[in-house]
C-alpha cells in the first residue's frame, strides 16, 4: 500500500543505523515507524471524523483519494471496511467516511487532478507551491490546441461554470467536453468540484469546472515553474516522510530529483529517499496503552 513493508513484516532493529550519503548515521526503521505515525498507517492512529480529517490535510500538506503510491491517502487513514467488499472500483472507498473527500473540498480545499488524472487534496502551503506550474499550463495549453484555448478563454470570461452550462453555451456533446477538459484537468490548468442539482423531486450529480486562477486566488507574480517543481518535489516527500526511489522516479524527472539530493534538500536512505535534517528524524509521539477504534 504505501511502497514500505508493512507493520506486520520483521523491520530492522529501531538502533541499526545506515549511513547515508551525506555522512549521517540513519535509521530507517525509525523513518518507517514516523511514516506510520505521520501517514495514520496503523488502525489505532484511524481518523475519527472530518474535522481530524482536515487536521491530517494540514500536518501533510496534500492527500490522495486512496492509496497507490508512498503518498498519504486519506481513505487509508479511515481504516473503515469498504461500501461492498470484494466488489471494485467506488465499492473499495470507506463505507461512512468516503464523503470526507469531497467535505475537505467543501471548507475550502482544493482538489486537483494532478496525480496522473487521480484526485489530490492540496491544502493552503502546497497550493502556493502549485500555483506557478498551474498558471504557466493554462498558458501552455492555451496556445496547444485550438480546443483547449476556447474552453480556457470561455471560462475567463463567463467565470466557473456547471458541465450543463458549458455545453450549451460553447455547443458540445457530452463526450467533446471531456475530450477536452480531461488533459486540462491532468495538468492542473482547470480543476473541478461536485455540485449536487436539484431535479424534479430529487437530486442529481454535476460539476463544475474552473482555471486553477480563479479556484485559487494566489499572487500569480510568476514565479519561475521548475523552481516550484523542485519545492512541491520536497513538500511530496515531507508529506510520505519516506518514499521508494524508484517510485519517485516514476512521477518526477530525474534531473529535479537530482537536483533536490545534491543540493542537500533530500537525501537517500537504503533505495529510499526521505528530506534532509540536520537534527534527528522527531521521534514519533507515544501510543496511548488502549487503541481506539472510532469507526
Not at 504505501?2 to 550519503?21: I, M, N
Not at 481518523?47 to 481513505?75: H, I, K, N, Q
Not at 507551491?129 to 504557466?136: F, N, Q
Request: proline content about 6%.
Amino acid at each position: 500500500m504505501d511502497g514500505c513493508p508493512p507493520a506486520t513484516k520483521a523491520w530492522p532493529l529501531a538502533g541499526a543505523g545506515r549511513v547515508g550519503e551525506d555522512g549521517t548515521v540513519e535509521s530507517l526503521a525509525r523513518l518507517r515507524e514516523q511514516r506510520m505515525f505521520s501517514c495514520r498507517l496503523s488502525p489505532d492512529r484511524a481518523l475519527g471524523s472530518v474535522e481530524e480529517a482536515d487536521a491530517f490535510l494540514r500536518d501533510r500538506g496534500l492527500l490522495t483519494r486512496t492509496a497507490d503510491c508512498a503518498l498519504p491517502s486519506l481513505y487509508a487513514a479511515c481504516h473503515e471496511d469498504p461500501y461492498r467488499p470484494g466488489s471494485p472500483g467506488f465499492a473499495t472507498w470507506p463505507a461512512t467516511k468516503w464523503p470526507w473527500f469531497g467535505e475537505l473540498a467543501g471548507r475550502g480545499r482544493l482538489i486537483a487532478a494532478v496525480h496522473r488524472g487521480k484526485s489530490l487534496l492540496v491544502c493552503g502551503a502546497v497550493a502556493r507551491l502549485v500555483d506557478p506550474i498551474c498558471r504557466a499550463e493554462i498558458a501552455r495549453m492555451r496556445v496547444a490546441d485550438r480546443g483547449w484555448g476556447r474552453l480556457l478563454d470561455h471560462l475567463a470570461a463567463a467565470g466557473p461554470s456547471s458541465i450543463e452550462d458549458l455545453r450549451a453555451e460553447l455547443g458540445l456533446k457530452r463526450q467533446e467536453l471531456k475530450a477536452l477538459r480531461v488533459p486540462l484537468e491532468r495538468c492542473g490548468a482547470v480543476v473541478s468540484r461536485s455540485l449536487h442539482v436539484t431535479a424534479g423531486q430529487g437530486h442529481q450529480h454535476s460539476s463544475e469546472l474552473a482555471r486553477w486562477d480563479q479556484a485559487y486566488q494566489g499572487s500569480g507574480t510568476g514565479e519561475d515553474p521548475v523552481a516550484a517543481f523542485r519545492d512541491l518535489i520536497a513538500a511530496a516527500v515531507r508529506a510520505a516522510v519516506l518514499a521508494p526511489e524508484t517510485e519517485l522516479r516514476r512521477y518526477w524527472a530525474d534531473s529535479l530529483l537530482d537536483d533536490l539530493i545534491g543540493q542537500g534538500q533530500l537525501r537517500r536512505i537504503d533505495g529510499h529517499v526521505t528530506v534532509a535534517s540536520r537534527s534527528r528524524p522527531r521521534e514519533a509521539p507515544q501510543r496511548p496503552a488502549t487503541s481506539r477504534n472510532p469507526a
